[in-house]
């Protein structure tokens, strides 16, 4: 990179030593002839001078950062010259320049090589482009492998020696073949480009981030051998772990703490690998070693054909009994109806001549044997035809709760006057409205039902008279 800079320097101070013989040229052409002819050859020389250094044939990887650097200094020229129509001959060569660019031209023409002269000492801006830039190439030179993959397999090599335990035991931020992993070993060993990338890329880690890979570090042989002394048998605490760190510091990797130290202990004793265990010999012949194992023995045709005949005659006697029951409850369904209906009055009572329609509570039967009957609560002040407080508790119902009307049709209406509705069949009923009432309706007051049952014989009595007398 050094030469690379010094050979830009270079070119740049040959480009100024050919601008100030341009300049040395055209003073002396102005000096010999003077004429307007002159001053335009002059000025399409200077016009032609800045593109051939621009365009320099020199062998630099970064052309782009020198013509950079060519612009930063015309800009710095022109700003002091005024050099806005420094470019103007170039872009239109075909037209005559005015007497004021003519002058502007041949006052450039004497302050040009200042400006050139300054591009020699762009040195430490380059530099630090580069720096900032740095970090970048880094990370891309790397490829695949990260800054903590490289400080995993330095650690896990230098506690392992063996590039195969690494493989298996260390988990890197992707897949790596054993042959990478080669590879990248040898590669950090013996290439001094790719050493010294994964070098600083692994210095610009974050503390925790190398205390967090240092903690993942392999076991090694002889920390194992260590631990193993310990007796399976025993419940070793933190304590045993300090004080086998404080005796053999130079053993054990310095990022283990106690902790760390118990549970590889525990992992030890899991798999058998303490001095005092031994790991027991592999059954051989036909013994199942695992489940996988004894998945492959199972002859699934055995499985099918396998019956448990005790078990299927229990299932059967068990089945057989349960229908008896069924059967015997359906033929006891009917007696048992016979004696609910009898008890509630489900069945429709024996009305007299005198019985219009029964109101049927759970525990009491309203008998309606007027066209008008008023329902509520009782009161010493107030009597009423049907008190609702001897079927259950009526404090929610209002003293006079509704009337039951039966018009000379043969309709029976019921009208709520209380407070709260009267459900007739789910439908609420609110104050001040009525509602006509079938046979079997179910008449809900305040928590409290009734089915409300009409003598259909003595009705149909009723309007046929009614009919009668419509016809007279």
């Known amino acids: 990179m050094e030469k690379e800079m010094q050979g830009g320097v270079a070119a740049v101070a040959g480009g100024a030593t050919v601008g100030s013989t341009t300049t040395q040229s055209r003073s002396e052409d102005e000096e010999s002839a003077g004429g307007k002819d002159i001053k335009r050859t002059a000025a399409q020389a200077f016009s032609g ?24 200094s015309l800009a710095k020229s022109s700003s002091r010259v005024k050099g806005a129509p420094l470019m103007e001959p170039a872009r239109c060569s075909g037209s005559e320049p005015s007497s004021t660019e003519k002058k502007k031209v041949s006052k450039s023409s004497t302050t040009l090589a200042p400006p050139l002269t300054m591009m020699v000492t762009p040195p430490p ?36 020696t063996d590039l195969t335990s690494v493989h298996l035991g260390v988990k890197f931020s992707c897949r790596f073949t054993l042959r990478e992993i080669q590879e990248r070993w040898y590669a950090l060993l013996y290439d001094p480009v790719i050493s010294k990338l994964a070098w600083q890329a692994m210095r610009q880690l974050h503390p925790e981030a190398i205390a967090a890979i240092q903690s993942k570090a392999l076991f090694s042989q002889a920390e194992e051998a260590l631990l193993s002394k310990i007796s399976s048998n025993s419940q070793p605490k933190l304590e045993v772990f300090q004080d086998l760190l404080n005796k053999h510091p130079g053993i054990f990797y310095p990022s283990r703490t106690p902790k760390s130290l118990m549970v590889h202990w525990q992992l030890l004793k899991q798999y058998y690998l303490l001095e005092d265990q031994s790991v027991q010999p592999l059954p051989k012949g036909d013994q199942v ?23 299927e005659h229990e299932l059967m006697i068990s089945d057989r009994h349960q229908k008896r029951e ?21 069945n429709s009572p024996d009305f007299d001549n005198q019985t219009l329609a029964a109101l049927r509570g759970r525990m009491v039967r309203y008998l309606m044997r007027s066209r008008e009957i008023t329902l509520g609560r009782a009161t010493k002040d107030k009597q009423i035809d049907v008190d609702l407080s001897l079927e259950g508790p009526a404090w929610k119902i209002s003293r006079k709760q ?38 079997n309706s179910v008449v809900e007051i305040a928590s409290l039902r009734f089915v409300f049952l009409i003598n259909q014989e003595l009705i149909s009595l009723i309007k046929a008279e009614a009919a009668k007398m419509t016809q007279q």
């Open 289 to 311: 070693l695992n489940f996988s194992d004894a998945e492959q023995l199972v002859d699934e045709a055995k499985l099918k054909d396998s019956r448990d005949e005790v078990l």
């Open 125 to 160: 801006i380059t530099k630090r482009v580069k720096k900032s830039k740095q970090p970048l190439q880094i990370t891309k030179d790397l490829g695949r492998w990260k800054p903590t993959d490289d400080l995993l397999l330095i650690n896990a090599v230098l506690q392992t």
């Open 326 to 346: 069924i059967r015997q409850l359906e033929q006891e369904l009917p007696r048992w109806q016979v004696l609910v209906d009898s008890i509630t009055g489900m």
């Open 402 to 439: 509704g009337i039951i009307k039966l018009k000379n049709n043969g309709d029976f209406f019921i009208a709520n006057e209380g407070r709260r509705p009267i459900y007739i069949d789910g439908r609420p009923v609110l104050s001040g409205n009525k509602w006509k009432l079938n046979n």
């Open 49 to 72: 001078g800045v593109p051939k250094r621009r365009s320099s044939s020199r062998s630099i990887k970064r052309k782009k950062f020198d013509d950079e650097l060519v612009e930063s």
